[in-house]
């Protein structure tokens, strides 16, 4: 099958890419020219700097490709940056996505756009698909704009994420990696006790969205995992694996931490429709994908 993937500069990206080549797909796979890269070498996939702000350039890159399924991961993700220029945000998360939209319907290709579980405000948690969004970021709504583009056709799909388990590189570190680090050094971290997230492993992630792109399922389809977690009890967690002192994890509230857009409380998933779709998809536990994806070992 051939897969187009956008966002493979991402640290979703770069496992989606890995889990297309390793199922056999022929892969192509779109990177940030605002980003350095480096490929994977041992992987068949085509790697292309695409500029999703440029219409012209899109059409160009699609057109060499003619993929069977996209699955669109692409996006601009930082909250702060989406808050600090929205006219980008939006370009990107909302406009290129309603291009690429345009372009697999034309050509009768399947697509599934990468979303979030930050589309809802965090009134009530265990979100199902049906429930109503209302974002409270500019990078929600902009995503939720990007939605709104792809479920009114038929055969393409919406894949809101929560919160995903991943190790971070060398181009793009991610803030769990700068947290195992301060534990293992025996310094104090400060995490929210009143924000839950249904936290998933981003190998699982990127397994589930493969195999979607195979099937006809469409619509809105929500994928968390199996535990809701505040972020503090995430850092125990951390902490126990690594064998660290508990009280290194210090409890804040969210109002303590003044930012320029509300954090929404509980933005918990409900994936039982995933769950029936794709019952023996992989669906670890916040520790399972920690050891996994970070090889987290006690410190001795």
Known sequence: MRILITGASGHLGRRLVQAACQAGHRVWAWTSPREVVTPHSELPATFTSVELTNPVQVAEAYSQVRPMAVLHAAAMSSIAECYRDPVRAFRVNAEATRQLVGLCVADIARLIYVSTDLVFDGGTGNYQEDDLPRPLSIYGKSKLDGERAVIQHPGLLVSRLSWLVAGGTSERPHFLDQQIASLKQGKPIQLFNDEWR???????????????????????????????LSRYEMGCTLARLLGVKQELVEPIKQGDVKTPEPRPSDVSLNSARWRQLMPDSPWPTFAEALEVGHAVRAVH
């Open 198 to 228: 249904t936290p998933l492993g981003i190998d699982a992630a990127a397994q589930a969205l493969v195999t979607l792109a195979t099937t006809d399922f469409s619509g809105i389809l929500h994928l968390g995992g199996p535990e809701k």
